[in-house]
Structure formats: structure tokens, C-alpha cells
């Protein structure tokens, strides 16, 4: 199965092991950078390092061979996936104890990794799909418009129309008041052809949900077409583009994806610039991976920024569920915490959990200067 929407990621983040360590699975399989060989090698290598590891776990003999058994069904599904699949990467999740497995394509290669743990490993999920938003690309002619939805970057054609507009005025050889008013004719025709264009993007957006609308349009007729548009559809264009009616899928793929990315990037920059802002002046928000843990433990967390990667060890505690640093006892019950391998992942998940965002960022970026973490707050108690 393909990684399309936050859907799949939010089953998969609910999903309980009632304590029993489940097994989570990313491999890099990106054909443009590696070949088979090398991924084929990485994958046994990765497999036999997590067989080490699972045995050094020290577990109940049936837990140690649940693990075991997800060990051999990622080496089996992985080695067909590579011959198979064309996808940039791919993720497993699996718990063999209770017969789960969930096999993921990904469009974006992740970093090699095995992890176990009492729930599944999805922040790569996550900074996957926070990289896409689902497009629909409109493109419009005189007489013709065609739609394209665009996520995790493919292309599919959704839906065409033809109008019935006259080509030019100029085509008949007419001159003076026959001429303007064929003009004025061509011109209501052409109105009509944007009316049904706008309807039926607003009957698409029902069925095809987008987040952005990026519209071509012949004769920079743009701000024209844009009039009969929904005003909650007018609020999701945000870009034009240079692309024709006519233009193969593949060629109309490369603009968005090209405007796609500059999007993103200012998205980023300016996520950045609104939470530095807001640090800066005492507000809601916090920064660094101590003030931001503190915060959710608070569940004052209203958005996550992070950085790309960034990863630290930390501790919890079982009993209150809270996060922490480098706190050896809990200081609420003075119990021993416990380590987690990566407790901004922790802090990822809990986010998500709790029905809030998480924006990634590439580095570098002003948010290095602040400990590489941040978040938006609710309040402040
Ligand atoms: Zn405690």
C-alpha cells in the first residue's frame, strides 16, 4: 500500500502492543541514488544487526521469537519489495505475536532503521507526508480545461471540458461593429466557459479534496477565471502556473512539483519566523527540546516545529506518562524513569495523539538557534 493521507498514520499511531515490543521497519530503496545490490545489502545487514539486538533484549522466550518472526517477514517481504517496487522507500510495521504486519511504499527514501518498541516508529510517516499537500492543477484554454490531482508526487487526471467558444474574431475577417460584436459574443462565451470551469472545480474539491489550487490559463485570463470561483476555493490558489491545456501529464507534473517545493520552503520560513517572533517576545510558544517537553507534559503544546531528524535520548515515566530530559526519578512520585531512544519522536507522537500539528523543518534554518525545537502554546499555566 501506498503512503497517501494522515489517515494511515494515525491508525498505525493508535495502535497498541499491550506492552509487548512490536517491530517498526524503514528502508531507503530510492532507485535514482542506489542500486539494487546496495539495497539488497543494507537490508541484511540491517535485519541481522536487529537480530542481535533482539536476543541482547533479555525478553520472555515468546516475546524474543515475536520478534524474531517480524525479523524474517521484513527479510522476506523487503527482499520481494526490492525487486518488485520502484517506490524511494519503504516501511514495515509489524507485530507477529498478534498477526499485524502493514507494509507502506514511500515516495521519499528514509533513513535505515529497526526500531522495537511498545508502539510503532512513525515520525518518518509523519516528516514524509508533511513534505506533500494534496494539488489539484487546473489548466484552462479558450475552449478547453482540464484538472489534475497531484500528491506524493504523481500525477492523475481528474476531469476535462469543452466549451463551445469561438477560436478569434479575426478568424471570419470581420471588421468595425460586426467585429466588437462578435467580440462582446466571444467574450460572453468565454465568461460562460469560466463559469462551468469554476462549478465544476467546486463539484471536484467535493470528491477530490486539495489543499492547494495551482491554475494555467491561456492569455493570462487568470484574475477573470479566478472572479467565478468559490471564495473557499479562491482562498486554496496559490500559484499560477506557465503550463497549457495541452501540455503532457509528465510536463505539467515538473512545473507543480517545482512550485510545490518553492511553496514549501516559504511555508517553512515563515512557520519559523512567526515561532521566533513569539519566543522573542515572551508569548505562547517555547523553545529548546527542555522547555518544549516541560510544555507538553503541561499539554499546552498546541503545534510542534522541528527540525528534520533531530533526534535525543530521554526518559519517562511510566506511571504519569511524562517526559523528560535527563530526570533519573520522576520528580512527582520519586519512581525510577525509564530511557527512550529518541524522545522527540516521543514528543512527535504525543502531539499527534493529542490531535495537534507538527511542522517540519529543514535545516539549517533560525530554528538551529534555539535548540532546533519549538512549539506553539495554547497557554501557559
Ligand atoms: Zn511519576
Known sequence: MKLQNRSQIEALAKFKGQGDLVTSFYLDTDKGRLNRKEIQLALKNLVSEARDRACALGAAKDKTASLLGDLDLIAEHGGQAIASSNAAGLAFFSHSLEKFWHALELPHGPRNR???????????????????????????????????????????????LESDVPRSVREGGFEGTAAKKIERRMDAHLQEHFKRTAQRTFELSKKHPFDWLFIGCEDNNCGDFEAHLHSYLR??????????????PAKVLQEVLEVEARLKKAEELETVRKLVAEIERGGLAASGLRDTIHRLNQFEVQSLVVTHNFSKPG??????????????????????????????????????KRGGAVKHVASPSKLDRYGEIGAFLKYKS
Open 114 to 160: 529497526i526500531t522495537f518498541d511498545t508502539n510503532f516508529y512513525i515520525r518518518p510517516l509523519a516528516a514524509i507526508l508533511d513534505k506533500y499537500s494534496p494539488i489539484c492543477a487546473l489548466l484552462i484554454s479558450r475552449r478547453e480545461s482540464r484538472w489534475y490531482d497531484i500528491s506524493m508526487n504523481e500525477i492523475k487526471a481528474l476531469d476535462e
Open 315 to 352: 526518559r519517562f515515566c511510566p506511571t504519569h506518562k511524562l517526559f523528560y530530559l535527563d530526570e533519573l526519578q520522576c520528580p512527582i512520585c520519586d519512581k525510577k524513569t525509564v530511557v527512550v531512544q529518541d524522545v522527540v519522536d516521543e514528543a512527535i507522537e504525543t502531539v499527534l
Open 235 to 248: 482562498e486554496r490558489v496559490k500559484a499560477r502556473l506557465k503550463a497549457h491545456a495541452g501540455d503532457s
